[in-house]
T-cell receptor, first 112, second 116 residues
Framework: QKEVEQDPGPLSVPEGAIVSLNCTYS??????FMWYRQYSRKGPELLMYTYSSGNKEDGRFTAQVDKSSKYISLFIRDSQPSDSATYLCAMSRPSRGEKLTFGTGTRLTIIP | NAGVMQNPRHLVRRRGQEARLRCSPMKGHSHVYWYRQLPEEGLKFMVYLQKENIIDESGMPKERFSAEFPKEGPSILRIQQVVRGDSAAYFC??????????????FGPGTRLTVT
């Protein structure tokens, strides 16, 4: 069993819709949770960074962490064609300088 | 404020040759991480370095792969005697001093290695 599971998609939604992306994990030691966006043949771009449980909002993006269920989510409101990319969840233990463990990524397409 | 820089962006090597991948961290960052991304797979951690020190190399293959981050200059990921299975995108990430932001890692554009 992988430490981090993420539905690879592909996921297609119409422009303006709310997008929900999710990951589950098995390692209860994970405390830092991140979402990266990766455009084709580019490097991952850090979108959201949260520590432990709770919600964090940044513009059209909201990250949620439910440690009791070992489940994290990223919501994108008012989705735009420019949001079309692969979204990677990542997480790490609280040790400083700890490596990131990634999900396989969900490929998202926003249809104009 | 320049981001993480990697070069070359694309590298083609024949089987048996050596590949050298370079990474310059963001200004003010002193921690470098290398990850590998195989087709249809997520990024896999390889090695974590600070200046002149390898901190965690638990993800590095035991043979042919090595990494360094000298006092001066970029971090280097070196792959000796490349094989076709080494074909992948190699990403470098850097993070700020650990007393600032706990574990935020910022990625470079990657080096796409093709072994023929």
């Amino acid at each position: 069993q992988k430490e981090v599971e993420q539905d690879p998609g592909p996921l297609s939604v119409p422009e303006g819709a709310i997008v929900s992306l999710n990951c589950t994990y098995s390692n209860s030691a994970f405390q830092y949770f991140m979402w990266y966006r990766q455009y084709s043949r580019k490097g991952p771009e850090l979108l959201m960074y949260t520590y432990s449980s709770g919600n964090k909002e940044d513009g059209r993006f909201t990250a949620q962490v439910d440690k009791s269920s070992k489940y994290i989510s990223l919501f994108i409101r008012d989705s735009q064609p420019s949001d079309s990319a692969t979204y990677l969840c990542a997480m790490s233990r609280p040790s400083r300088g700890e490596k990131l463990t990634f999900g396989t990524g969900t490929r998202l397409t926003i249809i104009p | 404020n320049a981001g993480v820089m990697q070069n070359p962006r694309h590298l083609v090597r024949r089987r048996g040759q050596e590949a050298r991948l370079r990474c310059s961290p963001m200004k003010g960052h002193s921690h470098v991480y290398w990850y590998r991304q195989l087709p249809e797979e997520g990024l896999k951690f390889m090695v974590y370095l600070q200046k002149e020190n390898i901190i965690d190399e638990s993800g590095m293959p035991k043979e042919r792969f090595s990494a360094e981050f000298p006092k001066e200059g970029p971090s280097i990921l070196r792959i000796q005697q490349v094989v076709r299975g080494d074909s992948a995108a190699y990403f470098c990430a850097s993070s700020p001093p650990l007393w600032e932001r706990e574990n935020e890692q910022y990625f470079g554009p990657g080096t796409r290695l093709t072994v023929t």
